[in-house]
């Protein structure tokens, strides 16, 4: 089992910055690629950007160029930075860790983000 805590978000100003973080704590050799998801009211949860245990990273076009996922595997921590915030950023922000080994995924509680103009 892996837990999840994630930390940051809040309002922020359009065109201003958004800094999330994750901590991973529990059995960290189940620990597999991380990565963000956010869901906006009234759609379906998509993929912000994913990092793998090699360090490949993916990110989705909506953020393309304005956002930067990195990890600490020493401390089981995985960050988001997002630039430029647009109002259409504006959602609730999940931790997400694929487990090595089975099919099991873990989400942390959410954070939400909101972007005044």
């Known amino acids: 089992q892996v837990q999840l805590v994630e930390s940051g978000g809040g309002l922020v100003q359009a065109g201003g910055s958004l800094e999330l973080s994750c901590v991973a704590s529990?059995?960290?050799?189940?620990?597999?690629?991380m990565g963000w998801f956010r869901q906006a009211p009234g759609k379906q949860r998509e993929l912000v950007a994913s990092i793998s245990r090699g360090a490949n990273k993916n990110d989705a076009d909506s953020v393309k160029g304005r956002s930067t996922i990195t990890t600490d595997n020493a401390k089981n921590t995985v960050y988001l930075h997002v630039d430029s915030l647009k109002p259409e950023d504006k959602a609730v922000y999940y931790c997400?860790?694929?487990?090595?080994?089975?099919?099991?995924?873990?989400w942390g509680q959410g954070a939400q983000v909101t972007v005044s103009s």
């Open positions: 997400n860790v694929k487990s090595r080994g089975t099919a099991d995924n873990y």
């Open positions: 529990g059995n960290s050799f189940s620990i597999g690629d």
